[in-house]
């Protein structure tokens, strides 16, 4: 595989740092500007992960070393398959994110507004750095700054709910991490002399042969040190998160925390430990159990909230644990759905967070049952809803549904009937959650049909158009899936 040495990796996380100094600069003063920011270093980002795709896509790697530390550790940024395809997601919804927020924030009129866009592209840049990190010790740097900056965007409403759901998030990430994944580093920096990621894994010979229960064990400190993955019992953060904005929601739920949380284990997976030396160990039998586990459990819990971001939370717990599933699986198949899941589950969940934003904006409604006939008045964005819920479901030609295709497949791979029990249930469980929702907006009456009271509910456009075209672009992931599929290729060959 050849190397390219070139700055490009490293710059795409500073542009929204430097887009950061300058929106607190510009102020709430200059809304207009101090807006212009966030967008333009979206699109810079975005244009800068997009020039890296051809080279990564012919088998190149990008690298950039910024500090040499001691053996083994540097500061050093690594562009490949699986962070491209992570980081052109990301950077692109970013700027979704950005134009939704405005209309979201503007609505409302939100206080510390120049406080919330700068934070969000922080949160950006450590996102970015997670995914082109070339080794342990920086991702470990970058996954932790993405918990502190986003701690402000979860406590942005500044009343006792919303620094109560901060402090459980920060308590859960940064607990994880100081528990499980600091011990984890060091003892893999001790069997191994080196924390910088390899295709295959770094463990010598000698230590697959002499320690199987304690790799095995290891996995499972990453496993829960990522805990923005949400693997149970280490979920309740997720929740809690749901004080924050819907914009901030979405991202924590679509975009940057959660994804990083699942991306750091397939690194993991394919870059620290390798295929050979799991299957070697099978460890990965626990990891499809705690998986499924995570996968029921949470599709059950998210049956019994009324609140609808509640449920889009529990479900994206749910959702999370597909990709770690197929991971898991160790089939060719089974890891083709778990990795192109991230880019599947990131356009139809941002969707459907983006949607509860707008019928809260428009129609000040938070809860399920007050959903009633509301698919009349707001056609756009319930119908936007509808096609990222059948991207959660897996029904056909929605990118979810080839997420369930190929995991499905991977479990015949592996001749599992219990996995593939597990895909069918969640799949019936997907449909019980969302289906309902649907249902009660499109076929419902509202309760002021029966009372001849006409409420006037009027759609933002401004909101509107970035939920539509996620909408429409989880139909192409679903009808159109070689792109992201060749990235996944690239990444288990």
């Not at 950005?98 to 922080?122: D, P």
């Not at 089974?334 to 983006?354: E, R, V, W």
Request: with cysteine; glycine share 8%.
């Amino acid at each position: 595989m050849e190397n390219i040495i070139s700055i490009t990796p490293l710059l795409t996380v500073l542009v929204s740092v430097a887009a950061a100094f300058l929106i607190i600069l510009t102020g709430q003063k200059r809304q207009n500007l101090r807006e212009f920011w966030s967008i333009a270093a979206g699109v810079v980002k975005f244009l800068l992960v997009a020039s890296m795709v051809p080279a990564v896509l012919d088998g190149k790697t990008i690298e950039y070393t910024l500090f040499h530390l001691m053996p083994g550790i540097d500061i050093k940024f690594r562009a490949d398959a699986l962070g491209v395809l992570f980081a052109l997601g990301a950077s692109f919804l970013w700027i979704v994110t950005t134009f939704y927020s405005i209309g979201y924030m503007r609505s409302l009129n939100e206080h510390a507004q120049t406080r919330y866009f700068a934070c969000f592209a922080i949160s950006l840049s450590a996102t970015m750095g997670v995914a082109f990190s070339a080794n342990l010790f920086t991702m470990f740097l970058f996954y932790e700054a993405l918990t502190l900056i986003t701690y402000p965007l979860v406590a942005h409403k500044e009343n006792a709910e919303a620094r109560a759901g901060a402090r459980k998030y920060a308590i859960y990430l940064l607990g994880a991490a100081k528990a499980f994944l600091v011990a984890a580093i060091v003892l893999t920096y001790n069997l191994t002399g080196t924390l910088e990621f390899s295709k295959g894994g770094i463990f010598p010979d000698a230590v697959k042969a002499a320690h199987p229960i304690l790799l095995g064990v290891l996995f499972l400190m990453y496993l829960y040190g990522f805990a923005k993955c949400a693997v149970m019992p280490l979920h309740g953060w997720l929740p809690a998160a749901m004080v924050a904005p819907t914009p901030v929601s979405a991202l924590l739920h679509a975009v940057a925390v959660v994804k990083t949380g699942v991306f750091t284990v397939l690194r993991v997976v394919f870059f620290v430990f390798g295929i050979d030396l799991l299957k070697g160990i099978g460890i990965n039998n626990a990891v499809i159990f705690l998986a499924s586990f995570t996968l029921i459990t949470a599709s059950v819990i998210a049956l019994s909230r009324d609140n609808l971001k509640a449920r889009l939370a529990y479900s994206t717990v749910s959702q999370l644990s597909y990709i770690i599933l197929g991971a898991a699986l160790l089939t060719t198949s089974g890891m083709i759905g778990g990795i192109i899941h991230i880019t599947n589950h990131a356009f139809a969940k941002i969707t459907l967070f983006f949607c509860a934003g707008s019928i809260y904006v428009s129609a000040h409604k938070t809860e399920i049952s007050q959903l009633s006939g509301i698919g009349k008045k707001m056609p756009w964005t319930m119908t936007a809803f509808a096609i990222g819920a059948l991207g959660m479901i897996g029904v056909p030609s929605v990118g979810g549904f080839i997420t369930k295709w190929y995991l499905l497949l991977g479990a015949l791979e592996r001749e599992s009937f219990a996995v593939l029990f597990v895909l069918l249930t969640s799949t019936l469980l997907n449909a019980a959650y969302f289906a309902p929702i649907i249902y009660k907006a499109f076929f419902e009456k509202g309760q002021e049909d029966h009372h001849h009271h006409h409420e006037e509910i009027k759609e933002n456009p401004m909101m509107v158009a970035p939920l539509f075209l996620c909408a429409v672009i989880s139909v192409v992931l679903g009808l159109y899936p070689d792109f992201i599929v060749n990235f996944a290729n690239l990444i288990i060959k």
